[in-house]
């Protein structure tokens, strides 16, 4: 008897593009608000040193970090008004980032002007405007008002940071791969969605949970607001009691290959209970999704980066969600209109669960 030939099938290559030196265009949240004095912070982000202070205007400024003198680093320096002391030579730069003082100089350079970056408070955190073609803020892009965290029904931020080392892209991939939330998570789902529109992405579940519904359902709507933060609504249970959450999922790029990640969790007080009650509530929950979280850390230190990957049919949007992320990276005048139409991304879960 005849055989049919078998024509071997090639093995996929894995594709990595070299990452350019650029990064995204938008809002990017420094932590919690208080944490900024007058006391000088230094910030290693976007491949460069800049430094945050508190101004006596009450206002967080955030200047290039090496003052262009002579190259000291600002951070050393010291608070003065609304602007800052270099250590070195003691030029002063002010919060718009143009030299305002050398002692020992009868005039000003003109060159005599650093970057300064537009910053904002909103939900107790600090944010900063990143653009790399140094365009003001996108009115409509501005973080939104969460009104629960200026609620007494509220805990406040529990807030952890950590640093990644890998490209922030991999990060972001989590808002279409719904396929991980078994394996990683324990986490089967039933109802999953992605919404697109303009500068947000949206991912609203349903389903199970070991760490954080115990034998109910989790429920889910997480949106990330341009390309770097992303706020939570989440339903669960802790102890067989329904608990209502916000999350905070933020990250800053330290340069291409890394960036600082902070998460945040803060919890709906249970009427009838004690604040001790509450407070240890909202610990063990802010515990458990910090366990929940961290699982996924720890395939973004061990994984590598895909171009190109292989998906099936039961995949979430992944390269949808890819082709929204990238313009954050484009000029301003090259964003495709294509994002001003809102989309729906539903995965067919006949097709996974029969």
Same mark, same amino acid.
């Given at each position: 008897m005849?055989?049919? =030939?078998?024509?071997?099938r090639? *093995? ?9 030196d650029?990064?995204?265009r938008?809002w990017?949240c &420094? ?5 900024y004095?007058?006391?000088p912070v230094?910030?290693?982000y976007?491949? +460069?040193?800049?430094?945050a202070?508190?101004?006596e ?5 955030i ?6 003198h002579?190259?000291?680093d &600002? ?11 270099c ?10 980032g143009v030299?305002? /003082? ?7 350079p003109?060159? =005599?002007?650093?970057r ?15 653009d ?9 892009q501005?973080? *939104? ?6 609620? /007494? ?14 490209? =922030?892209?991999?990060l ?9 939330f078994g ?5 089967p ?9 303009k500068h =947000?992405?949206r991912q ?14 989790l429920s889910?709507?997480a +949106?990330?607001y ?5 706020n ?10 329904? $608990?209502?959450?916000r ?17 945040g $969790?803060?919890?709906?007080?249970i009427?009838?209970m ?7 509530m ?8 910090r ?10 230190h ?8 292989v998906l ?18 484009l000029?301003i005048?090259?964003v *495709? ?15 996974r669960n029969?």
């Open positions: 005849s055989q049919v =030939a078998q024509v071997p090639q *093995p996929h290559i894995i594709e990595a593009a070299e990452l350019p650029r990064y995204a938008g990017y &420094l932590g919690l608000a208080s944490e004095t007058n006391k230094k910030l290693n976007f491949g +460069t040193r800049m430094v202070y508190r101004g205007d009450g206002e967080v400024h200047l290039d970090g090496y003052c262009p002579m190259g000291a &600002l951070s050393e320096g010291c608070v003065e008004e609304n602007s800052i002391r250590p070195f030579h003691a030029w002063r730069w002010g919060a718009d030299c305002d /003082d050398i002692p020992y100089a009868k005039r000003i003109a060159k =005599a002007v650093i300064s970056y537009p910053t904002l408070e909103e939900n107790h955190l600090l944010f900063m405007w990143f790399p073609e140094g365009n003001p803020p996108i009115e409509d501005r973080p *939104p008002r969460i009104d629960d965290v200026y609620s /007494d029904d509220w805990t406040i931020w529990q807030m952890d940071l950590m640093t990644i080392q890998t490209n =922030a892209r991999e972001i991939d989590n808002m279409a791969d719904v396929a991980h394996p990683i998570h324990g986490a789902i039933k109802q999953f969605k992605n919404i697109v529109y =947000a992405y609203e579940l349903t389903g199970g949970s070991e760490l954080l519904a115990e034998d109910g359902e889910s709507e +949106t990330y341009g390309p770097a933060y992303m939570t609504f989440m339903t669960g249970q802790v102890d067989g009691m329904d $608990v209502a959450s999350l905070l999922v933020t990250h800053v790029p330290i340069d291409t290959h890394s960036f600082d990640l902070r998460f $969790v803060a919890v709906k007080k009427a009838g004690s604040d001790e009650q509450n407070e240890e909202a610990r063990q929950y802010t515990q458990q999704n366990e929940a979280f961290f699982q996924d850390v720890h395939i973004w061990t994984k590598t980066r895909v171009d190109n990957p099936c049919d039961g995949d979430g949007p992944i390269n949808r969600l890819r082709q929204w992320y990238q313009q954050f990276y000029d005048a090259d *495709p209109d294509t994002f001003n139409e809102k989309r729906e991304y539903v995965v067919d879960y006949a097709i029969p």
